[in-house]
């Protein structure tokens, strides 16, 4: 939803392109045009019950999205005269690395503002508002860790800014 980032559209530094990360020749075109030097990338599909009903879509875009990025941020990277000096390749949540200066951190799930109604939190909150059952998954055995979102945007500027190239968080 770009009403979410209406606070930061006029930064210098930021630039809204709708894309598909899967389209390699478009991610290698914007590397190029923007001069790209930090990626944090964030963009899955997240969601467990339309992984289960569809994981190609998932694939598509967790495996071979990610993958789009990293051959687009390689390819224009290592043609710089620095190389990968000062560059940086931040994704969240896998534990694939690609020989670039990648950090990697595995977090738990996030919750807070703006976050889609078919997930965990605002699920239960609006059936409990609407007086309707809460979903259980399997035996109601599972165990989840939760992280705010605002602590988790912290931790990303901190790791970016000053965490260890191939360290994981």
Known sequence: NLANLKD???????T???????DFDKMLELFKQYRIDGVIH?????????SIKDPFTFAQTNVMGTLSLLQAA????????ECYEGQRFYHISTDEVYGMPTIVTNCSNNYGPYQFPEKLIPLFINNIRQGKP??????GENVR???YVVDHARA?????????TADTY
């Open 134 to 139: 809460l979903p259980v998954y399997g035996k």
């Open 156 to 164: 990303i500027d901190l790791i970016f800014h000053n965490g260890n």
């Open 16 to 22: 809204f392109v709708k894309a598909d990360i899967c």
């Open 8 to 14: 930061i559209e006029n930064q210098p530094n930021y």
């Open 74 to 81: 390689k390819l224009t990277w290592e043609m710089l005269p």
């Open 42 to 50: 964030l963009a899955a599909e997240s969601h467990v019950d339309r």
């Open 145 to 147: 860790d939760w992280l």
